[in-house]
């Protein structure tokens, strides 16, 4: 039959066509709406997008998710196909039950470089699991000897940089960017145990080669991307090589690549084996070539944005709370004399001292809590045959194979029947709760800051590193205040990671 004769047969039933065509369109809405109707939830997400991708635009996905969860119960729908829940058993059980998977959202919206997965992206547990494997040793520590010291002396330089140039007297005021220099310290601190050797941010005072900047605005781009149903676009073949972050880029993601990739190639055309940093491990593990400069690439997105949003996040609540900065200080003050840590100037407070100290570890715990650094949807695939969830109280909910189920952070972590009436405020005495059964429960769910079961989170032995050494130190040598308590930062969500900036705060030294 010719294309003409085709073509006339289809406008003599074009009606008809059309017709057919409508109506199989809105038998497949019913039938994708059917699905989850048990689920209780905005009745325009069981239809449409539109909600969810708006909330992302807005950068507010997070407070979409709180709405839902809290107006309509700890599992909820928030699109045709998606669900969402703030029960940490439910959310336990989908990281450790084998069968489910991440969705294909980690392979259109996480992906860096075209086409290739990282250890974060990578949807194929198989292939995740192995390469876990192989790099876990490098974020663990065990193989990375130098890396405590590392750590010591990037704090040793934030420190330093306040003293040269942000201490404020009774006749001058030195306002600094927190937010800024806090990129600084965690951005030279993954630096320097992935290639043992920092950029220098804190020594130089600067972004060096746009770094931070690159990666907001590649976090920016990537949003609207996400936002607009269009993250696929970033992974078409073709396509999206031209879309993508590339490393001829001067700016984004791409500049990022560039810089890392040329250390990498250094580090393989000079091989040292009595080099000990992260990447040296990933070499000993057999991730080598295209997959060892994607790994390390990932370190630098993904380790220095989350453990500022924490440190960022602390310290604004313990500077809001005048109390609380009073009691963490004589906590220290307490320890310096005691004779258990070096003087100032002679040493930093080693990781297992800080983990001693129980009000310090009670304000971070409670930090993390009350302001999440990832509020991150991190969707997950029930296993093909569905699944019964169990929530607490024994209630079972059934969710067919292919649903997205993702967690709601902060309705978990605001709990009110497990945190208390004040659970939307910080109090660190929380955490001396003497019922042990429940501070157990408290503790146990506060643990999910940073993942759980195979998808826990690789560096964060690391963070809370960072985050001990930096707390201890920057609050033994100085007292701290907003410098604009009306507003103290600018901030923005993106991919569920708080971009902050302009975040004055006033520094006077301690005797």
Known sequence: MKLEEILEILTEHRWPLVGAVVAIYFIHKVVVYWRLSHIPGPWLVGWSEFPHSRSMFVEKAYEFYTDVNRKYGPIARIG??????????????????PGYKKTDWYFNAVRVEHRRDNIFSQTDTELHDKRRKQIAPGYSGRENLELEVDIDKRVQEFLNLIN???????????????????????????????????????????????????????????????????AWLTQAPGLGKLLGPKPTDKTGFGAMMRACFEVVGDRIAN??????????????????????????????????????????????????????????????DETVRSGRVAAVGEGIISQNLAKSLPYMQAVIREGLRIWPPVLNYLPKDVPKGGDTLTLAGGKKVWLPGGTNIGVSTLVMHHDKELYGEDADMFRPERWFEKDQGKLAAMTRVNDLTFGHGKWQCLGKNVAQMEINKCLFELFRSFDWALARPFKPWEIHNTFGLFLINDMPVQITARE
């Open 164 to 230: 040269r140039k942000y201490v404020s007297t009774d006749t001058e005021c030195r306002p600094m960017d927190l937010a800024k220099k806090i990129q600084y310290f965690t951005m030279d601190v993954i630096s320097a145990v992935a290639f043992g050797k920092p950029f220098g941010m804190l020594i130089e005072d600067r972004d060096i080669g746009d770094f931070i900047k690159s990666s907001e605005e590649g976090l920016t781009i990537g949003n609207l991307f996400m936002s607009f149903g269009l």
């Open 271 to 332: 091989p040292d084996e009595n080099r000990h940093d992260m990447m040296a491990s990933f070499i000993r593990h057999g991730v080598l070539g295209d997959d060892l400069k994607t790994e390390v690439l990932e370190q630098l997105v993904a380790g220095s944005d989350t453990t500022a949003g924490a440190i960022r996040g602390i310290l604004l609540y313990i500077l809001a709370h005048p109390r609380v900065q009073a009691k963490l200080q004589k906590e220290i």
């Open 80 to 97: 045709p196909n998606a669900v969402v829940s703030s029960s940490p058993e439910v959310w336990i059980h989908v990281n450790t039950k």
